[in-house]
């Protein structure tokens, strides 16, 4: 489509319809800068929810010793921070850009609901991993299958993350794609949603000393917010697609 076509002459609802859309606005502006540092952005999130998953694959391999689990997932912790912080500053350049660059006022409130839903996934999962962080310096712990528990849930969060960055992939590409995958989306918000009260529940009926029962929960709430995140862009993704029909 020819972009100046449309801003000149933006009377009919067709063309009106075609120029307030962010979906169209993706396809035909891939290669800007803004849908780049949105990429970058979508892909550090990625990564904290990678080295938050990495983290409680090694507190649970049975193959390590105690000394070399807590070791290599307290390292892992802290490169969840790392890579958080490098969200964050790209989320910045990305607001910067967004407020600089002449955009449409509903393409640039749309983009900032989109941030505003996406980012969070990992300013959650920095939070859960400051709280993992305190039990195993506390060297307050629970059983292997609570933690086993736990890895399951950030190994639904890290889907939930690729699986957010694959419907941005193809937003204003194939619309059939992206609604398939934001049903995919949905049905591991509901598991993490289960296990969630699943993991309260021994949380609380466990001989568990009351500063462990606190971390855990507020590690296990700041995980389910995290999933909540995911399922709420999947979501703004899936009206956009909608309403751009």
């Known amino acids: ?17 075609e120029y307030f859309s ?15 540092l949105f990429h970058e952005h979508i892909g550090k999130v990625i990564d904290t929810c990678y080295e938050f998953d990495l983290a409680m694959n090694k507190i649970t391999d049975k193959n390590l010793d105690e000394n070399t689990r807590v070791d290599e997932a307290e390292a892992a912790f802290k490169r969840v921070l790392i890579q958080e912080r490098s969200a964050d500053l790209i989320k910045q350049s990305l607001f910067k850009e967004i407020s600089r660059v002449k955009l449409d006022p509903k393409i ?66 194939d619309d059939e794609t992206l609604l398939n995958i934001r049903f995919e989306v949905e049905t591991l918000e509901q598991s993490t949603d289960d296990l969630y009260f699943s993991i309260k529940k021994a949380l609380l009926t466990e001989n568990l000393s009351p500063q462990t029962i606190l971390l855990a929960i ?24 909608m309403a751009a029909r």
Do not use: C
């Open 1 to 17: 489509m020819n972009n100046e076509k449309n801003t000149s002459n933006p009377n009919t609802k067709t063309e009106e319809k």
């Open 22 to 36: 962010l979906v169209t606005w993706f396809r035909e502006r891939r290669t800007t800068k803004i849908v780049n």
């Open 108 to 173: 640039r409130e749309d983009l900032f609901k989109l941030i505003y839903q996406i980012d969070p996934i990992a300013n959650w999962v920095k939070a859960a991993a400051k709280n993992a962080l305190i039990l195993l310096e506390l060297k307050i712990t629970f059983g292997q299958d609570l933690w086993g528990r736990f890895r399951t849930i950030s190994e639904m969060i890290l889907s939930s993350a690729r699986l957010i960055r694959k419907m941005i992939d193809v937003l204003g590409i």
């Open 218 to 241: 507020d590690m296990l709430s700041d995980l389910e917010n995290a999933a909540d995140h995911a399922a709420g862009s999947a979501d703004i993704l899936y009206i956009l697609v």
